[in-house]
């Protein structure tokens, strides 16, 4: 058998071991364009404030690869030729497979602004994007972030642990509206601001100006003010990357669409991780998730009749600030028929949401002790409000 895997991210990587697990001596080639072993996307933030090093984002050892017999092709993936079961590479080399993983994660989005290609600009996505900021610092006092959710403000904060002044421009009400509500919002937003970020909300970057050198500027936000910069970050999402998808007319939506064993529109192709698209909201572009979707995906590969299981709800934990919090499920927002439930006790606020006597979504912030216990609820499913009395929260007026 002839496993083909694009990408060393979470999700290939987890395949490869699953794959190899199942199947001991099947012929496994790992593509993926970046040299040495697989690094952590989400440490790139710690490597820009100066808490990690280079060396220290790899997420497994320097010969994964060869430990479990696997060979690495350190290139591109150009084309999918879904019939012939061939996958052609960036060095014009072409690859059977009999099983195919397509893992290559996301795209950063990029908002059509004008002035985003100047030199000054950056994302945060790749190792290099990381060594690019850390490059811009030299000549920068102050930075300007577009895009207050997590990936934003992780930027924010890293820049300012670097000694910058940071603007951070988000287009929404409040910072991380998908995550939180007004009120846990405020509390990240005060946190910020006690360390000098500046929070600039409900207006975005009309456009990105030169100097006379012809780098960045300064940024022009939509009411018309102006923000002196020579760095830009932009963090305004991402999108699955359909470059080998698409031509090869596999079925995606946002993403490719995968069933639970992770296995897509085409015979013998699977995918899984930021790319992937699934029913049930499980594909949410989570670390955790790319590697259990990749996890399935190689173990289906190999022969196994494996179905993705467990909770479909997002699920996210983050450290901003000094403030902790959890998100679980349905946190930020309520339909008019829910009835929300809070608990307010010092620097911590705590918010459930219940949907015809269930809990859909729960938002901790300055206390996270509890989460493991309402994600055990929200699994369980069952009415709780006796429960929730019970442990201090008090009803609030339905729909928020
Ligand atoms: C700055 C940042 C912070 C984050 N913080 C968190 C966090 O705190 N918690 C959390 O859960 N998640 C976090 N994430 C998200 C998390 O890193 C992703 O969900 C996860 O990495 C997705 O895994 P993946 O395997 O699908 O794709 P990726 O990790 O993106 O890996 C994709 C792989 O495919 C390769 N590739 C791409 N295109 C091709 C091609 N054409 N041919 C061959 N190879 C290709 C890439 O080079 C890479 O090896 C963060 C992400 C970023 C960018």
Same mark, same amino acid.
């Given at each position: 058998?002839?496993?083909?895997?694009?990408?060393?991210?979470?999700?290939?990587?987890?395949?490869?071991?699953?794959?190899?697990?199942?199947?001991?001596?099947?012929?496994?080639?790992?593509?993926?364009?970046?040299?040495?072993?697989?690094?952590?996307?989400?440490?790139?933030?710690?490597?820009?404030?100066?808490?990690?090093?280079?060396?220290?984002?790899?997420?497994?050892?320097?010969?994964?690869?060869?430990?479990?017999?696997?060979?690495?092709?350190?290139?591109?993936?150009?084309?999918?030729?879904?019939?012939?079961?061939?996958?052609?590479?960036?060095?014009?080399?072409?690859?059977?497979?009999?099983?195919?993983?397509?893992?290559?994660?996301?795209?950063?989005?990029?908002?059509?602004?004008?002035?985003?290609?100047?030199?000054?600009?950056?994302?945060?996505?790749?190792?290099?994007?990381?060594?690019?900021?850390?490059?811009?610092?030299?000549?920068?006092?102050?930075?300007?972030?577009?895009?207050?959710?997590?990936?934003?403000?992780?930027?924010?904060?890293?820049?300012?642990? !670097? #000694?910058? @002044?940071?603007?951070?421009?988000?287009?929404?009400? /409040?910072? +991380?509206?998908?995550?939180?509500? *007004?009120? %846990? =919002?405020?509390?990240?937003?005060?946190?910020?601001?006690? !360390? #000098?970020? @500046?929070?600039?909300?409900?207006?975005?970057?009309? /456009?990105? +100006?030169?100097?006379?050198?012809? *780098?960045? %500027? =300064?940024?022009?936000?939509?009411?018309?003010?102006?923000?002196?910069?020579?760095?830009?970050?932009?963090?305004?999402?991402?999108?699955?990357? +359909?470059?080998?998808?698409?031509?090869?007319?596999? =079925?995606?939506?946002?993403?490719?669409?995968?069933?639970?064993?992770?296995?897509?529109?085409?015979?013998?192709?699977?995918?899984?991780?930021?790319?992937?698209?699934?029913?049930?909201?499980?594909?949410?572009?989570?670390?955790?998730?790319?590697?259990?979707?990749?996890?399935?995906?190689?173990?289906?590969?190999?022969?196994?009749?494996?179905?993705?299981?467990?909770?479909?709800?997002?699920?996210?934990?983050?450290?901003?600030?000094?403030?902790?919090?959890?998100?679980?499920?349905?946190?930020?927002?309520?339909?008019?028929?829910?009835?929300?439930?809070?608990?307010?006790?010092?620097?911590?606020?705590?918010?459930?949401?219940?949907?015809?006597?269930?809990?859909?979504?729960?938002?901790?912030?300055?206390?996270?002790?509890?989460?493991?216990?309402?994600?055990?609820?929200?699994?369980?499913?069952?009415?709780?409000?006796?429960?929730?009395?019970?442990?201090?929260?008090?009803?609030?007026?339905?729909?928020?």
């Amino acid at each position: 058998m002839r496993y083909l895997v694009v990408g060393a991210g979470p999700a290939g990587t987890a395949a490869v071991v699953a794959i190899r697990r199942r199947d001991p001596g099947g012929r496994i080639v790992v593509v993926a364009p970046e040299a040495g072993p697989p690094y952590s996307r989400a440490m790139l933030p710690a490597l820009v404030a100066g808490r990690v090093t280079l060396e220290e984002l790899a997420f497994r050892p320097a010969d994964e690869f060869e430990r479990w017999g696997v060979s690495r092709r350190v290139a591109r993936a150009v084309r999918l030729d879904r019939d012939r079961r061939e996958l052609a590479l960036s060095d014009g080399t072409l690859l059977p497979y009999d099983r195919l993983l397509l893992a290559p994660g996301g795209v950063p989005s990029r908002p059509a602004i004008p002035g985003l290609g100047l030199p000054g600009v950056f994302v945060l996505h790749e190792r290099e994007d990381a060594v690019g900021i850390l490059g811009g610092l030299a000549g920068a006092d102050r930075a300007v972030v577009l895009g207050g959710g997590l990936i934003g403000l992780q930027v924010a904060e890293a820049l300012g642990e !670097r #000694g910058l @002044a940071v603007d951070v421009v988000e287009q929404a009400p /409040r910072l +991380l509206p998908r995550l939180l509500d *007004r009120r %846990a =919002a405020a509390m990240v937003q005060a946190a910020a601001e006690q !360390r #000098g970020v @500046a929070c600039h909300l409900g207006v975005s970057v009309a /456009r990105a +100006l030169a100097g006379e050198d012809g *780098r960045l %500027a =300064a940024v022009r936000l939509g009411d018309g003010r102006e923000l002196t910069t020579r760095m830009l970050v932009v963090a305004v999402g991402l999108r699955p990357d +359909l470059s080998l998808a698409a031509p090869a007319g596999l =079925a995606a939506a946002r993403g490719i669409l995968v069933d639970t064993a992770m296995h897509t529109s085409a015979p013998g192709v699977y995918a899984a991780g930021d790319v992937a698209e699934c029913a049930d909201g499980f594909c949410t572009p989570l670390w955790p998730r790319a590697a259990e979707g990749g996890r399935v995906a190689g173990s289906n590969m190999a022969g196994g009749a494996e179905r993705r299981q467990g909770i479909t709800w997002p699920q996210t934990a983050w450290h901003l600030f000094g403030v902790s919090g959890v998100a679980l499920g349905e946190s930020a927002g309520a339909a008019p028929q829910d009835t929300i439930y809070e608990l307010a006790c010092g620097p911590a606020y705590r918010r459930l949401v219940l949907r015809e006597g269930r809990l859909v979504g729960a938002l901790l912030v300055g206390e996270i002790r509890t989460a493991g216990v309402l994600a055990g609820l929200m699994r369980r499913g069952g009415t709780h409000r006796s429960a929730l009395r019970q442990l201090g929260y008090a009803e609030v007026a339905p729909g928020g």
